[in-house]
Each structure stands twice: as C-alpha cells, then as structure tokens.
Nanobody, 116 residues
Framework: QVQLVESGGGLVQPGGSLRLSCAAS????????MKWYRQAPGKERELVAA????????NYADSVKGRFTIGRDNTKNTAYLQMNSLNSEDTAMYYC?????????WGQGTQVTVSS
C-alpha cells in the first residue's frame, strides 16, 4: 500500500527552525516529483515548495523563498523541508505530495505551530 508519512512538525518559537521529513513507500519514489503544501485554519491549501524527481529543479512560494529549502534523498525514499526563520504565518498543517502525471499521493500531514 502506498504511503507517505510526514514527521518533524511541532511547536517552535518565532525565528526558530524545523526540518520536516516525508518517508515514502510502495511506489517508485525516484520517478515522482515531490511537493510540500500547507493549510492554515480557514485558509486554502498552499503550495510551499516543489522538487523534481531527480532533485535538480526546485521551486518555492514567494512567502518562503530564502527561508525554506526542499530536498530529497532518493536512496532513502525521503523528501525534506528545512524551515528556517519561522514566523507565526508559517503555522499550518504541512502535507507532502508525490506526483507523476495523473498519479498523486498524499501524506496525512504534520502540524507546525510557531508561537512564543
């Protein structure tokens, strides 16, 4: 059964950092682009960052450029989101998404809360 499992969320103070992980199983991870989305209460889901299947191309939402870094390790079937200089507007549930053509898989999400 295809699985994407996010981890690494939690409570962090403003200005702090977190590293999210997304562990994939039961599909050919290295052939899928990976994306991180987030959704805050009362808001639409927002694309935060994306990385190509081989890792050579990345894209970021303007709101996180220079603060977040997306990465992947295809030998470990894992994608990452390094988040630095966090602020209250980054508070949301974060989801990873694997996509290849019309195939798309989602994780269950991990909560990130930025608060003092």
């Amino acid at each position: 059964q295809v699985q994407l499992v996010e981890s690494g969320g939690g409570l962090v103070q403003p200005g702090g950092s977190l590293r999210l992980s997304c562990a994939a199983s039961e599909f050919t991870f290295s052939t899928y682009a990976m994306k991180w989305y987030r959704q805050a209460p009362g808001k639409e889901r927002e694309l935060v960052a994306a990385i190509s299947s081989a890792g050579g191309t990345t894209n970021y939402a303007d709101s996180v450029k220079g603060r977040f870094t997306i990465g992947r390790d295809n030998t470990k079937n894992t994608a990452y989101l390094q988040m630095n200089s966090l602020n209250s507007e980054d508070t949301a549930m974060y989801y990873c998404n694997a996509i290849r053509g019309q195939r798309s898989y989602w994780g269950q999400g991990t909560q990130v809360t930025v608060s003092s």
